[in-house]
């Protein structure tokens, strides 16, 4: 069975600055892909951005990048020059070969405050 | 488009009550998954369908919970007897194509229906 988990349960910026949210995955299946989603306290449920596993380079959409490290079974989101808008919950999630890529597992989620 | 809708958006019940919630997802997409959303348990996958069809409903907590999806813009998710700890967000989610057999399943997610059960 797939299993993400994000070590961080909440973390502090500042305005302007970059942040790195952690996302480790387990997974035996070869064929995968890692979604991150953001949470902002309105409760609705954004996509960010989307790495498959066989994806030669890191994804990249505006101001998010996902850091891939494959031997390392990571995949942190990286957030720069980060606004006030950007404090809300961030969940990475996997979905595998192995379940036709149609389930996504979710993380417990990573609570990020940007300050002024 | 506009977007997976769902209702109601909050829903306060009574221990022992019949709670139905709804679920139109984006026109077009042929699959629909539901999940429940606590501070305890995260984000779970309660259920998906595709073609209408349930797939998936290991992730159905207990026979007090049903699902269905009689065409490919409506399904419900009920709760009959509805207990204090069914309180969460359920969330309606729609994904961009699974017949495709592409890694790349971005799943569009409703707003939500947050209940309560006194």
């Known amino acids: 069975a797939q299993k993400i988990t994000q070590t961080q349960p909440g973390m502090f910026v500042q305005e302007k600055e970059a942040v790195t949210l952690d996302c480790t995955y387990d997974?035996?299946?070869?064929?995968?892909?890692l979604f991150w989603y953001k949470q902002p306290s309105s409760g609705e449920m954004i996509f960010l951005i989307y790495?498959?596993?066989?994806?030669?380079q890191n994804a990249t959409e505006g101001r998010y990048s996902l850091n891939f490290q494959k031997a390392r079974k990571s995949a942190n989101l990286v957030i720069s020059a980060s606004q006030l808008g950007d404090s809300a919950m961030y969940f990475c999630?996997?979905?595998?070969?192995?379940?036709?890529?149609?389930?996504?597992?979710f993380g417990t989620g990573t609570r990020l405050l940007v300050s002024p | 488009d506009a977007g997976v809708i769902q209702s109601p958006r909050h829903e306060v019940t009574e221990m022992g009550q019949e709670v139905t919630l709804r679920c139109k997802p984006i026109?077009?997409?042929?699959?629909l998954f539901w999940y429940r959303q606590t501070m305890m348990r995260g984000l779970e996958l309660l259920i998906y369908?595709?073609?209408?069809?349930?797939?998936?409903d290991s992730g159905m907590p207990e026979d007090r919970f049903s699902a269905k999806m009689p065409n490919a813009s409506f399904s419900t998710l009920k709760i009959q007897p509805s207990e204090p700890r069914d309180s969460a967000v359920y969330f309606c989610?729609?994904?961009?194509?699974?017949?495709?057999?592409?890694?790349?399943?971005?799943?569009?997610f409703g707003p939500g229906t947050r209940l309560t059960v006194l």
């Open positions: 989610a729609s994904p961009t194509d699974l017949t495709s057999g592409s890694s790349y399943n971005e799943q569009f």
């Open positions: 026109s077009g997409h042929n699959s």
């Open positions: 997974t035996s299946d070869p064929s995968y892909g």
């Open positions: 369908f595709n073609n209408n069809v349930p797939i998936d």
């Open positions: 790495q498959g596993s066989y994806d030669q």
């Open positions: 999630a996997i979905s595998t070969m192995n379940t036709g890529f149609q389930k996504l597992v």
